[in-house]
């Protein structure tokens, strides 16, 4: 795995996976919960809000860290994002089992899990545009877009790993609660690895090396630019502080725009999609549910990973292309999750829109990224990240919203509003146009 010349690959299969770990973990979450809430007769809009309040802590925390990625270094901010989510999950782990094992309450268990996966949207929010930066800085305009799609691909291959291996970890002893405590004790491994394998990129140890504050020179593969040259090349590449990049920036507005959109249709239709199975195909709740499920969501993310592994590289395409094409085919595949009348029908389905999602959304990252210079890399990533984290405050609760008035209407709404989204990328000249900086 090389995406780019410019970057060692050891350190992008670090940050790969890093990202990879947080989203098999939150996929398998996502398959289980469904099951554990009706096991504990929690309101299925109880579910959506437990998402919600830790993507709102998200989008506020993410600029946040983006900016002290940029003060202290990639890797430490790397570390505290596997910290959060690692210890989040040790938590929730903890509470679900003491509540299937009635322990405490189901209402209390809800409160209680609401607050400890709360701590993934503080802490969590860190790796997101940490990785991002590490890999947009490290990387030339013209192989970004690869690069970051490439990186992208760790959510796709997180929701197939996640629902595949949840399965193993429902043990006796720990039931449903397993699969948060393997993959906290997976987080502490893969932290520690990104301690010892990424350079320490902290600009305050490399001044104190140098006592000149100039970065001491860091070994690469192949050649390619140490650590040090690239934190040093960062630093000079633009006069002056960098300056926060928000989400009203006017060269990166449109992005933030059409991200926003084409992320809360995926999470509001996403949300309700397990409960669709329970409702439409499986009967009932229970392990079977679990496994429908999961099947779906892996079936989904093998979509993505065809799209962000071979088509987007195949055919080199720009992120103006990604953000049409790709909302274009989420809409396709959305309309037929509402029309599907059968499993396989809606596997299908649901693949496509995946596709298309996983075209749509590494197309507005990269489309960000290359609207600003070098040195703003950190600040759209956490602009980005936010954006991100923001999708999924309310989009939940409106498609599960949604779906009890209606099982299909979250998807026939989610369709129209991917082919507005698709209109959108056409007619903005700023997204039509999207060159480097």
């Not at 970004?144 to 193993?168: C, H, K, Q």
């Not at 002893?173 to 491994?189: E, K, Q, W, Y």
């Not at 299908?348 to 749509?360: I, R, V, Y």
């Amino acid at each position: 795995m090389d995406p780019a010349t410019s970057l060692p690959r050891q350190h992008f299969g670090l940050v790969f996976m890093a990202l990879l770990v947080t989203a098999a973990g939150n996929t398998a979450l996502q398959s289980v919960l469904p099951v554990i809430g009706r096991a504990l007769a929690i309101p299925d809009l109880g579910i959506a809000f437990v998402f919600s309040l830790s993507a709102l802590i998200w989008t506020f925390s993410a600029p946040y860290w983006a900016l002290q990625s940029d003060q202290r270094g990639r890797r430490l901010l790397i570390e505290v994002g596997l910290a959060g989510f690692g210890i989040s999950m040790l938590l929730c782990a903890i509470i679900i089992l003491s509540g299937l094992r009635g322990l405490i309450a189901p209402f209390l268990t809800f409160g209680l899990f609401t607050l400890a996966r709360a701590l993934f949207g503080v802490f969590g929010s860190a790796a997101n545009p940490a990785a991002q930066a590490f890999v947009a800085s490290r990387t030339t305009a013209a192989e970004r877009t690869s690069a970051l799609a490439l990186l992208s691909s760790a959510f796709g291959l997180g929701t197939i790993l996640g629902p595949a291996v949840a399965p193993l970890f429902i043990l006796p002893g720990v039931d449903l609660s397993g699969p948060m405590f393997a993959f906290a004790a997976i987080a502490a491994m893969v932290m520690l690895l990104v301690r010892l394998g990424l350079p320490d990129d902290d600009p305050t140890h490399a001044q104190a090396r140098s006592g000149r504050g100039a970065a001491v020179s860091i070994a690469s593969v192949g050649g390619a630019p140490g650590a040090a040259h690239v934190i040093a090349a960062e630093a000079a590449s633009e006069s002056g502080e960098r300056r926060r990049v928000s989400v009203f920036d006017p060269r990166v507005r449109a992005f933030m725009i059409y991200g926003l959109a084409i992320g809360s249709l995926q999470a509001a239709t996403g949300q309700a999609l397990g409960f669709l199975i329970i409702d439409r195909i499986a009967g009932s709740g229970g392990a079977e549910a679990a496994k429908l499920i999961g099947l779906t969501f892996m079936a989904g993310a093998a979509a993505t990973l065809l799209v962000q592994w071979g088509l987007i590289r195949l055919f080199a395409m720009t992120p103006a292309q990604l953000m049409r094409t790709g909302a274009l085919a989420a809409g396709i595949g959305t309309a037929g999750i509402a029309l599907a009348p059968d499993f396989h029908a809606l596997v299908l389905a649901f693949a496509l829109q995946s596709a298309g999602f996983g075209m749509a959304r590494p197309g507005f990252t990269a489309g960000a990224s290359l609207a600003v210079n070098r040195a703003d890399q950190g600040a759209v990533a956490g602009a980005v990240t936010s954006v991100n984290g923001a999708c999924f405050v309310a989009a939940p609760a409106i498609g599960i919203g949604l779906y009890e008035l209606l099982p299909a209407l979250p998807y026939w709404l989610g369709a129209a509003g991917c082919f507005a989204s698709a209109a959108y990328a056409l007619l903005n000249r700023q997204l039509y146009d999207s060159r480097p900086r």
